[in-house]
């Protein structure tokens, strides 16, 4: 079973960001999900809030953040045709 390494850069950019900070789509694994309010994290778990609901994200799956608004991040997934390549930073497992 492969250890799981926790994203340093990912985590340190959660602590610094205010709770209620807009997030418009995480990528999570390679697949892009919906971001939403940022809320905090804790643990090694980032929590996010959409439309009443709480999504948590452990932080070491998480492959980047897409700030903005998410009408922008609709149409910057249109122009890039959501191809996702993967990241092979020392962080992955």
Aim: net charge negative; with cysteine; aromatic share 8%.
């Amino acid at each position: 079973m492969k250890k799981r390494v926790r994203h340093s850069h990912i985590e340190a950019l959660l602590k610094n960001m205010p709770p209620g900070y807009p997030v418009a789509q995480i990528l999570v694994n390679g697949a892009v999900a919906e971001g939403g309010i940022y809320s905090h994290s804790s643990n090694g778990r980032a929590y996010f809030q959409s439309g009443g609901q709480v999504a948590v994200y452990d932080i070491c799956t998480i492959d980047g953040i897409l700030f903005g608004a998410s009408d922008a991040a609709g149409e910057e997934e249109e122009e890039g045709g959501g191809i996702i390549e993967p990241c092979n930073c020392k962080y992955h497992y």
